[in-house]
């Protein structure tokens, strides 16, 4: 095997070990046939050297690889849900969510104590299965077909939490402490009436009100349970805000707990960007426009600016229709606005952060 830098690969070259980003967590896998999308996701995660099978060309490739080489014409998105990994995940995740209902509804209606460790094996099994906190958000961004508000959404509040406590560079500790946080985030919806979890047309504002009570209810489940108190915190946090202007108490700032900090974001993240029964779920890149406009007053400035710095990488190299029609591949992340990329249509260059008018409108 040989060192190539980051500029110097080529389509067709087999990367003879796993790649790594700076924080250690893995980019891409040992074996992988590197084509245009797997060259820019090395790149944007600031890998510069990787290792390279000898002499391995995209003619020897062919002729060598086991299968064909990838179809650069189809869109990374659809890719990713025709690859065997997809499936897998796809399939492990839907059986993990209905397991975890049990567990759930377990945990209501018994006095048996919460194991921890069983309540987050599930997490990191699906974690290992997508390729690390580089990969999750491929499956996710793909998979979000699913208006379960309970069981699927806590799963992926889990997996997103535990991948921004990563990019934090918590300890492992912690990291298992916010990825339960994220899986009994939303107990209290197991006591929600099942016509308003449901419902297909907005909340009247007495139902609201209602719906708003699964965080003390969900707090009153859990708080005589021998758990960390950073997990119960989170439960009845979860939807406040930094400006005071959440729920139910109003709190802000330092009162806030600090993993609940964590879990809000990933919570509104996954809320916005999933099917729900009254809206189809909205592209990322609006929710991270959303953030960058209003976060700072609302979030934690050093969970948000991680979860959104990382999370853009993950998008280079999908492609996207523009709100004009258009359809590019993600080039280049710009730093100063991210939901503002650099998109190749065709030929052309289109800066969207000099274009005020024109923005994401799909990931395709």
Aim: proline share 4%.
């Amino acid at each position: 095997m040989k060192l190539v830098t980051a500029s110097n690969l080529k389509i067709g070259m087999v990367l003879a070990s796993n790649v790594y980003s700076l924080d250690d967590q893995l980019v891409m896998k040992k074996g992988t046939v590197l084509d245009e999308d797997s060259i820019q996701k090395i790149k944007s995660f600031s890998v510069y050297n990787v290792f390279i099978e000898e002499g391995s060309n995209k003619s020897e490739v062919s002729q060598s690889h086991e299968g064909p080489l990838p179809d650069l014409t189809i869109p990374y998105s659809q890719r990713i849900k025709e690859s065997p990994e997809f499936a897998t995940f796809k399939a492990d995740i839907e059986k993990n969510a209905d397991a975890l209902k049990n567990k759930l509804q377990y945990i209501v209606n018994s006095d048996i104590p919460v194991n921890i460790d069983s309540l987050i094996d599930p997490v990191y099994t699906l974690l290992e299965e997508a390729g690390g906190t580089s990969g999750i958000f491929d499956m996710l961004n793909n998979l979000h077909i699913y208006n379960d508000e309970v069981y699927m959404h806590s799963l992926n509040v889990a997996l997103i939490g535990n991948t921004i406590a990563r990019w934090m560079r918590l300890k492992e500790s912690q990291i298992e402490i916010v990825t339960a946080a994220g899986l009994l985030h939303d107990i209290g919806k197991t006591l929600m009436p099942e016509d308003l979890l449901n419902k297909n047309v907005p909340l009247t504002e007495y139902e609201e009100k209602i719906m708003r009570t699964h965080v003390t209810r969900g707090y009153e489940i859990i708080k005589d349970q021998k758990i960390d108190e950073h997990i119960k915190n989170s439960v009845i946090m979860h939807h406040e805000r930094l400006d005071g202007s959440g729920y139910p108490f109003r709190l802000s700032g330092n009162r806030i707990d600090e993993v609940a900090k964590i879990i809000m974001v990933a919570n509104v993240y996954d809320d916005l960007t999933s099917m729900r029964n009254n809206r189809k779920p909205l592209c990322p890149f609006k929710v991270i426009e959303a953030f960058e406009d209003e976060g700072l007053r609302k979030y934690d400035p050093d969970v948000l600016m991680t979860f959104l710095s990382h999370i853009v990488n993950t998008f280079i190299a999908n492609r996207v229709r523009l709100s004009n029609g258009l359809e590019g591949d993600i080039v280049f992340i710009n730093p100063d606005h991210l939901s503002k990329p650099l998109v190749k249509v065709k030929d052309k260059y289109i800066d969207l952060n000099q274009s005020d008018n024109l923005f994401i409108e799909e990931i395709i």
